[in-house]
């Protein structure tokens, strides 16, 4: 507004036919006086901007905080990383042992079975059991309750294990859940402007706002004592009218709270004002009157605009407090951690403990499962060679016999023959003979 500078001369005064009349300038004073009341707009701006760096203050001293609190936690969040992944490891390679363990027992259990299935398959020939007796098979002459005291001693062992596991989950799944939440509270799963990194004060956006909010208020300072001016030029003007004074006098009593104008000496006499300093000032005053609404307008926008960045401002102090207090909590809830941690620890030797020795435990009973399977396998295999071994025998009798028949037969004939020889030489010589010569002399052949 020409308000707002110096006056400039005009090379065309108004005349005294085209001077504004009273009425005119009333309006103009009217006009001036509603733009006034953007005063509050100003105040409004004043106290943004103080409030802004309060703000930015406070956002320096929290941002640092944060970044301590954060490079903190990475570390803190990577030592309990390595002892998670470190837990999951002895349980992954624990899991897969024990799926070995259950697979190669399923295998023994299954080899025993089958060897169990043909001992009750074979029947014992009846022809090796006593007259009358029931009809058995081979397993009739084992003790199956061994293999099932044994098949419940693993099982024992296989349950130990599992409940061992299924301990050492649930501290790992604790744990597990325990570093999602540090992870939670460290990760920001969102783009907003939120102070996450180390350098974090110059991604802030505070600083450019303030200093846009800076240049809006001194605009809008200037714009309202522009106005101002233009206010005092007409409430001048119209006490230089005849018959102003009065209207001036009425229109100035109530002026918008936070105007600060003096107008104790309206009663005073004026001072003289040559026609020419009149003309020019009416000139500007008409100017200034034409620009009072887009003055007035500036500085609502300004305030508007304002009070957006302010919504801003506010929107990044609630996020940089919330990140801090989720850093706080990232660092109470590791702290927290940390004092469990030797318990987490303490489950994995226990768990590696109790795995071993129930690994020891089932290996020694899986070393008997085979030796009993052993065992009847050389069972049915004795029992196929004790069939062998009867026919052989069977055999060797018979032969036997024959040899043996054959035999007396001979002896038979030769009794015979020596019999008849026998008699043949008691007819020869006999006669000649006295018979006590010789006891055998008439004795049979033996």
Sequence with gaps: MAASTSSLPTEQPYSAESRPSLDTLVAHLLAA??????????YRANDIVNKTRQALEGHTVTAARTVFLHNGSIAQAALLDHVLDHTRSIARDGGSEFQKVIGALDAAEAKLQQTLNQLRATKVESSLRPDGEPSKSLVDFVDESGVAGLLSTIKESIDASGDARRVYGESNAALEDDISEVRRLLITDDNRERPTDANNSLQSPVPDILQVMEEHAQEMADNLESLVKHFDICVTAIKHTEGGGAAAQQITNDLPEGV????????MPLEPMSEEERAEMLEILEKDANE????????????AEMERNYERVELYTEQLAEVH???TRAISLMEAICERLPNYITQSHIFLLRWDEEKAKIADNMEELESLREFYDGFLTAYDNLIIEIGRRKTTEMRMKKVVQDSIAKMDKLYEEDLAERDAFRHEQGDFLPVDIWP???????
């Design 292 to 303: 009072v609404e887009e003055v007035v307008m500036d500085i609502r926008d300004r305030s």
């Design 325 to 327: 207090d989720r850093k």
């Design 440 to 446: 055998g002399l008439m004795m049979p052949p033996q």
């Design 33 to 42: 006086k509603r733009s006034l009341s953007c005063v509050e707009h100003v």
């Design 260 to 267: 600060a104008m003096d107008f104790t000496t309206t009663d």
